[in-house]
């Protein structure tokens, strides 16, 4: 149960839309999903946010994919269930494979595990890894 | 000022120094850093957690520094400074660019963004993005 | 399902008891919710909870709106979901608009980004912040 | 220690300079923070951050000593040392007295402790508190 | 709904399944939970948990019951809902009475709490409190 | 440098100073820390919070060592930095050995990995492990 309405596009105002309707071109689907019919009781977070995340997540220097995979494990840190659902999802779609996924959780262990020993015994930086 | 003693190669056990001198080989360069310096007062942890690390971050269906890039994205979220530290410096070396970098922190800040906005409004997963 | 028993009036010890009246009295309703009745299981941290929670949730040098968007904010920090759509309920039920509302998780987005971008980069604070 | 320059105006490219220029108008300072200086490295994130940052920040349905409010909660959740120094010193400017400062903590305290015990008693939502 | 498929022993590879053997034989249990009929996707990843977690709670320096709590308490803090109710159905297992239950939480409040207080008051460590 | 005045003795109000003059009763020290002197900027928070830590880390059901560990576990995973320096201090006052250390941290590295997979995969809770 969200805390807002899931707005429909007849609910939706026009500003909130057009958003929905550049989703469907961008994507070329017809399906635009409940996190922007969320954002869209707020129309201005919504046209920020859907700009955004079309201009950051296009291929650039690092590729879609790898872009994915960043999202994904913020996504686990945060604990953020819509999110880990629905970009673990499109990184398949981009072609993440089932050994690469693996993969990618057992260095998200490695990572926390690390982190929380070096914060546990609050060791310092040393000093050549100082820029 | 960490919590426990630093080892340096004299006060540590054999054990950890036997993975000191792996790590030493392992990366050819005289220097261990204070991570494994923290965790030799524990050589089991110690010895658990170099063997992992060498496995996990070694090149396998991901690429090293894509490894590297999740490991930077996992301590930014745990907010743990040697470790960002540390990986940013590694990350460097194993080729990361400038442009890169921001790109990557650019993804993060999107992510994290979008899933505080999905948590703060509950939105429920789309069913298509079920498995 | 939670891991204790969401205790009713007839389970509830009489000290857990005595907190439910009040709860009714301070609320002026006949509705206890499953927070107290599931703290109910520890008497003595009900009472506690309790006495505290009515004490800083009242007005004073800040009012019971911008309490209640505080308790917000960090409940969606903490991810916690209990939290998340009761104090927003009780938000509304305190005036909050929608507006109001979206505004608070457009600053909540804001903040969340830019927290992570700076501990990315460990950016050490200017001089002149410091008190 | 930074993990990036932060850049002088002299070391700042034209796009980074006039979003440095916006800030001093808008401010009607001279002073230039850190966080900017930093972000500098990648000038398309400095420029959108910044744009982002005036937009929401400036008083609206929520005022604008509310919205420091919640990015200080935010910042206290996420442990970012410079993020709070920094909103902690902007509140003060915008007068935040120390009273009100004190129950902003006790708020952020009750809440947090709150929402762990919920979620350690994994309670659920009561149906009235859905929407 | 995991993003994975909670392997069967009929589906499960041979090196999974052996350790599914394994877990049956040390917990002299017949059932084999989720959590490892999902990392069963990734057999390296399964075993070396498995291993670890082996290893790692069983009665050693500190006894089975308190490490029990510690993991509960972790997994509190990282919200997951999964490792809360699994470790808090072993920790009565093992002996975990209501009453301990309850002290437990009402420490994890107080810690809490006290954490983010210091935090947001950026309070300096004593110097006699530093190794 | 924290946001607050650490309040001398003479700088405190009576209200603050009677908590300082029960810490050193209590605790059977001259040495009043640098949290309570913070504190004692909100008289009222400081009452509350020093009552309470009283009362709540006081052997009970548990024993007084097993609450340092589990008010340490917390700290570390809040990232507290004073409090992680502070109650580590405080654990080997009541007898924490460093082999006790030791196995707290590696059982604290098994929970958070053990977390962030449940999590990453969203694994379902066994019907039997809810109450």
Redesign the interface.
């Known amino acids: 149960?969200?805390?807002?309405?899931?707005l429909t596009d007849a609910d939706a105002s026009p500003e909130a839309r057009e958003v929905f309707d550049d989703i469907r071109r961008t994507r070329n689907t017809d399906?635009v999903?409940?996190?922007w019919r969320?954002?869209a009781?707020?129309p201005?977070?919504l046209k920020?946010?859907w700009e955004?995340?079309k201009a950051?997540?296009a291929p650039?220097?690092?590729d879609a994919l790898?872009?994915e995979?960043?999202?994904?494990?913020?996504?686990?840190?945060?604990?953020?269930?819509?999110?880990?659902?629905?970009h673990?999802?499109f990184a398949r779609g981009k072609g993440m494979?089932?050994?690469?996924?693996?993969?990618?959780?057992?260095?998200?262990?490695?990572?926390?595990?690390?982190?929380?020993?070096?914060?546990?015994?609050?060791?310092?930086?040393?000093e050549?890894?100082?820029?």
Chains 1, 2, 3, 4, 5, 6 share one sequence.
């Not at 693996?102 to 015994?121: F, K, Q, S, W, Y």
């Open positions: 149960m969200a805390t807002v309405k899931l399906y999903n409940n996190s969320a954002m009781n707020h201005a977070m920020r946010n955004k995340a950051v997540m650039g220097e690092l790898t872009k995979l960043i999202y994904i494990a913020v996504s686990i840190m945060n604990d953020c269930e819509y999110c880990i659902h629905t673990t999802h494979t089932e050994a690469q996924y693996g993969e990618m959780l057992v260095v998200i262990g490695l990572a926390t595990e690390g982190n929380r020993m070096m914060t546990a015994m609050q060791v310092p930086v040393d050549r890894f100082k820029v």
